[in-house]
């Protein structure tokens, strides 16, 4: 693939972005190719993302079939690959492979090392992105709890890349005009801790 070519289809997959969610059967509350995509969201107090669990009145269809303790860790994933693309929507507007990037790698992804080493190959490659996608919809397609705590959760999130800006050696690249596209994320928690960490984020089909 062209090196021009292989830039754009990466800034595609890595500007993702919850904090923009606009589907309203979104869960609303009172109180967002292998592992190598990156930025995403933030959701404020009353983003549809949200982590907490609809009540039985406004539980969507899409969520009906699931358990109130199902749908709380739905919110809590989505919530968790909202602040993950959040971060890194940071690290790649730096674009270099620093210590702090390496920690959080570790600590929030179940594949930090891929992760890690597709930042080192844009820091040699002098690529940095800068801005983050929208979030038209977020769908879960698995849900699976363990008793001991653990967990994983599987999105499909249908996202727009718009604002998104590369740069190679400080110089823009033209992107094409942004469409959107399906990414299916994958999360799980163990049960020996308190967070979720992101697995995958494959591109899919146009939605």
């Not at 809590?76 to 790649?92: G, M, N, P, S």
């Not at 929208?134 to 699976?144: A, E, H, L, Y």
């Not at 653990?150 to 999105?155: D, I, T």
């Amino acid at each position: 693939m062209p090196r021009a070519r292989w830039i754009a289809v990466t800034a595609t997959l890595l500007v993702l972005s919850c904090a923009s969610c606009t589907d309203n059967a979104v869960p609303r509350s009172s109180s967002s190719s292998h592992t190598t995509t990156a930025s995403s969201p933030r959701a404020p107090s009353s983003s549809p993302i949200a982590p907490s669990t609809p009540s039985t009145s406004t539980v969507p269809p899409y969520l009906a079939k699931y358990s109130s303790e199902e749908r709380k860790a739905y919110a809590e994933a989505v919530a968790a690959y909202d602040h993950f693309a959040d971060e890194q929507a940071k690290i790649l507007a730096v674009g270099k492979a620093t210590p702090q990037a390496k920690r959080y790698y570790k600590k929030y992804s179940g594949d930090w090392l891929t992760y890690w080493n597709v930042l080192r190959k844009r820091e040699a490659d002098g690529i940095q992105i800068e801005g983050r996608g929208q979030t038209i919809r977020v769908r879960p397609t698995r849900i699976k709890l363990g008793d001991d705590g653990s967990g994983s959760v599987e999105l499909r999130v249908c996202g727009i890349s718009k604002g998104v800006k590369v740069f190679q050696n400080g110089k823009p690249i033209r992107q094409p005009k942004p469409t959107p596209k399906i990414v299916n994320v994958s999360l799980f928690r163990l049960a020996d801790e308190t967070w979720w960490r992101v697995f995958l984020e494959r591109v899919g089909p146009s939605c």
